[in-house]
T-cell receptor, first 114, second 114 residues
C-alpha cells in the first residue's frame, strides 16, 4: 500500500542554519504531496503542497519539490528561526475525489536553538 | 472564528467509562475525519465521512463509533474506554474533489484514560 517515510528526529539546529528534512513515498498513481507542521499544543497546519511532478511548494521560507523520479518531497529552509521549532509531517493523498485519505509519515521534531 | 473546533480540549476519565468528543467545522466542507495521534506523534486516520456518509473506516475497535448529524459536525463516541485509548484525537475537514485535498485540523482532544 501507499506509504511515507521521513527521516527520524529530533533534528537540532542553531538559528540561521540550513534545514533539510527528507521524505520519500511509495504510491500507486499520481498522489498529491504535503508538508504539515504541528506547533506545541496545537493541531496540524498545512505548510505547503504540490500536486504534480516537478511542482515546487513554498511557504514562510520553506520549500519542497515533487520529484517523481526519486519519489521524494524533501523539505528545505535556508535559515531557520527559533519559531520554526515544531513537528513536521510529510503526507500523501489523492488529488481529489471523495476518498480523501491522507497518509502521514512519522513526523520529525525540529528544535532550533538561539 | 475557529474553522475546525473540537470539544473538550482535555478529557480525563477512568477505564470502562463511555465518553464523546465533538467536532464542528464552519468552512462549508463536505468531508470530515477523525485521526488518532499516539505518544510518539504517529498520526493515523480512523474514520472519514463525506456528506454524512461513512467512506473510510480503518481497523478501529467497535467501541469507537462516529456519528455525523450533518455535514458540519462529526462526533466520536467511545465505549468502555481502555488504557490504550489514551492519545490525542484530531478532527479535520476538507472539500472533496479539490485538487490537492487540503485538510484543516482542529486543535485536538487529549484523552487520558486512568
Amino acid at each position: 500500500g501507499d506509504s511515507v517515510t521521513q527521516m527520524e528526529g529530533p533534528v537540532t539546529l542553531s538559528e540561521e542554519a540550513f534545514l533539510t528534512i527528507n521524505c520519500t513515498y511509495t504510491a500507486t498513481g499520481y498522489p498529491s504531496l504535503f508538508w504539515y507542521v504541528q506547533y506545541p499544543g496545537e493541531g496540524l497546519q498545512l505548510l505547503l503542497k504540490a500536486t504534480k511532478a516537478d511542482d515546487k511548494g513554498s511557504n514562510k521560507g520553506f520549500e519542497a519539490t515533487y520529484r517523481k523520479e526519486t519519489t521524494s518531497f524533501h523539505l528545505e529552509k535556508g535559515s531557520v528561526q527559533v519559531s520554526d521549532s515544531a513537528v513536521y509531517f510529510c503526507a500523501l493523498g489523492p488529488r481529489g475525489g471523495a476518498t480523501n485519505k491522507l497518509i502521514f509519515g512519522t513526523g520529525t521534531l525540529l528544535a532550533v536553538q538561539p | 472564528d475557529t474553522a475546525v473546533s473540537q470539544t473538550p480540549k482535555y478529557l480525563v476519565t477512568q477505564m470502562g467509562n463511555d465518553k464523546s468528543i465533538k467536532c464542528e467545522q464552519n468552512l462549508g466542507h463536505d468531508t470530515m475525519y477523525w485521526y488518532k495521534q499516539d505518544s510518539k506523534k504517529f498520526l493515523k486516520i480512523m474514520f472519514s465521512y463525506n456528506n454524512k456518509e461513512l467512506i473510510i473506516n480503518e481497523t478501529v475497535p467497535n467501541r469507537f463509533s462516529p456519528k455525523s448529524p450533518d455535514k458540519a459536525h462529526l462526533n466520536l463516541h467511545i465505549n468502555s474506554l481502555e488504557l490504550g485509548d489514551s492519545a490525542v484525537y484530531f478532527c479535520a475537514s476538507s472539500h472533496s474533489g479539490t485538487s490537492g485535498n487540503i485538510q484543516y485540523f482542529g486543535a485536538g482532544t487529549r484523552l487520558s484514560v486512568l
